[in-house]
């Protein structure tokens, strides 16, 4: 609609949410709109589809060449040991989408809203998962087809435009939008271009939609902030989204710079207005009926600027989830902003053109942008592109990995959905759904604890709870000397648990006047039936010791065993064999 940014404000401060506008900010994306894409077409991707659908897999030609999806390993893919640090392909190093789409492939009723650039909702691998407003019949009509107030919203709204027109075919579009929508639902098993993680099986009736909530538009702004939107553009994308159906949203931008928390709080309100309020009845603040969770998630880039612990806005809110980027050998990307306030990894690639493709994230892109420029060269999206209609791309970034996230966070809403089940529920099955590899031994010590939780998997997304506590096994005392004790014992079963094993042991280790000493192992690559061990250093000699440990798994269950030890005695020295007196 055509408003003025004043009364845009007053509209927002009616909503009674939003404690806090302004009218004249700008916020810059994270990600670079002129960085090198590698354009693939649908014929292309036909064509690098050698090897056949094994049984499960969707039959999308791409699906091959998303090593994120399903990472089959070193020398199945063309960008192996071609890049200047001669890294290879990790088998396992994906989000296990294989493994989750025998459980859930994504339910037409959850709403995902995509805060970017606009999202080519023509694109053949996302038509069908668009999300379609009730009342509304065509994308960007000059009619008020439902009565809300907003023309042409069908799949979505112009919040730069104020209209209804979601544009993808200017020049300096990057197609940021559309490639991101392609991870998260892509159409499966349509037996083109590739496939999304909550795109559904092929049937009518299967995978999410996505609603296009454009926040970002190049060609509105004069030279120089070109990469920039107006503040409350996004925060009235926010509440649009909420007024519609959205549960989830996907925030592929964000500012490194503590002056946006300082000067723009109306973004963190607008935040919390949608985590607070997707899902619920604004009148009784109580679960719609029709709602399949109570509350929303915001799910944020780390952003891709290197830092090490550095504030990035929105990221590093609290009320978000914040996800950084690894790429294909389970290293984090060097591009990847880390911090103690990043939640979890996903995949996001590396890309080295013209010999490191596959490296990155490959998902649908739109066919415009061929003739953008690479910064620093004479090359354009040209030089990169394969033969034909171009369609898909690869591209990195923690934009990249965000969409992962969402996809996974859509696909348990998908799942596990219904009255009673919360955002506060969703965020916990994600932040606990991560694969049992030690993430932090393959990185530096200076920053290995400022990568979240881990390597996110989106089968233990679908675990099923149902209520079984692993069984602790005995533990079995090995060397105790003076200041050591070495303890062993087999990982615990659990029978409701992918593999079958505790998610972690808490060791608590106590004696008489002193404080509890408290160690936490994870259930990195442990194998049944192979020992764990632990030493437990610097201990008082000839002291009794009470230890106890609690095999845990992720929802809280838990069984206990225990045992005592006292360390060796150090006696002091003895002098022995003194003569009965001493010569004077």
Request: hydrophobic content about 35%; overall charge negative.
């Amino acid at each position: 609609k055509s408003t003025d940014l004043k009364a845009a404000a007053e509209r927002l401060k009616q909503l009674g949410e939003v404690t806090k506008v302004q009218t004249n900010g700008r916020i810059k994306r994270a990600y670079n709109t002129d960085s090198k894409r590698i354009y693939l077409s649908d014929k292309a991707l036909q064509q690098k589809s050698t090897r056949a659908a094994a049984e499960g897999e969707p039959n999308d030609p791409g699906f091959a060449s998303q090593w994120h999806y399903r990472n089959l390993g070193e020398g199945n893919y063309d960008f192996e040991n071609l890049n200047n640090n001669h890294v290879g392909a990790k088998a396992g190093c994906d989000v296990n989408a294989l493994e989750a789409w025998k459980t859930c492939t994504g339910d037409p009723s959850i709403i995902v809203a995509i805060l970017d650039e606009g999202v080519m909702y023509t694109h053949p691998d996302l038509a069908a998962n668009m999300w379609c407003n009730p009342g509304e019949s065509v994308q960007g009509a000059k009619t008020d087809g439902d009565g809300n107030g907003y023309e042409g919203d069908l799949h979505g709204y112009n919040f730069v435009t104020e209209s209804g027109d979601i544009p993808w075919t200017d020049a300096n579009d990057s197609g940021h939008g559309t490639h991101v929508a392609g991870t998260i639902a892509a159409r499966n098993n349509n037996g083109i271009g590739v496939s999304g993680i909550a795109g559904g099986d092929g049937t009518p009736d299967s995978g999410v939609r996505l609603m296009s909530i454009q926040i970002f538009n190049r060609d509105n702004y004069p030279e120089g902030e070109r990469h920039s939107a107006p503040i409350n553009d996004i925060a009235k994308g926010f509440q649009w989204a909420v007024e519609h159906g959205a549960t989830i949203a996907n925030c592929s931008w964000g500012f490194d710079d503590q002056r946006f928390n300082n000067d723009y709080p109306v973004i963190k309100d607008a935040i919390q207005y949608f985590v607070d309020n997707a899902g619920v009845d604004p009148q009784t603040k109580e679960q719609k009926p029709n709602a399949l969770m109570k509350g929303g998630v915001v799910i944020f880039a780390s952003g891709n600027e290197g830092l090490k612990n550095d504030l990035v806005f929105p990221g590093c809110y609290d009320s978000v989830i914040a996800v950084a980027a690894f790429g294909a050998d389970f290293q984090c990307t060097s591009y990847s902003n880390i911090g103690d306030w990043v939640d979890i990894m996903a995949p996001g690639g590396t890309l080295d053109a013209p010999t490191r493709l596959q490296g990155g994230i490959l998902s649908t892109i739109t066919s415009t942008f061929l003739d953008m420029r690479v910064p620093g060269t004479n090359l354009t999206g040209r030089d990169f592109q394969f033969p034909g209609n171009d369609k898909y791309s690869y591209q990195q970034g923690t934009s990249m990995a965000t969409p992962h996230v969402t996809g996974i966070a859509a696909l348990v809403i998908s799942k596990f959905g219904k009255q009673g089940f919360t955002s506060e529920m969703l965020k916990k099955r994600l932040l606990t759904a991560t694969k049992t590899i030690d993430f932090r031994a393959k990185h530096d010590n200076k920053w290995r604890d400022w990568l979240g939780a881990g390597y996110i998997d989106a089968a233990r997304a679908l675990e099923e709870d149902k209520g079984e506590a692993p069984v602790m096994s005995e533990i079995t005392l090995g060397e105790v000397g003076y200041q050591k004790a070495t303890i062993s014992w087999l990982p615990a079963k659990d029978g409701d648990a992918i593999d079958q094993l505790a998610s972690s042991y808490l060791l608590t280790l106590t004696t008489e006047g002193k404080e509890p000493i408290t160690i936490t192992v994870p259930n990195y690559e442990h194998k049944e039936g192979t020992a764990i061990e632990y030493t437990f250093e610097k201990l008082e000699d000839g002291t009794k010791y009470h230890l106890e440990i609690e095999a845990k798994d992720r929802w809280g269950h838990s069984s206990k065993k225990s045992t005592d030890f006292t360390t060796k005695v150090n006696h002091a020295p003895a002098i022995t064999n003194l003569p009965a007196t001493l010569p004077v």
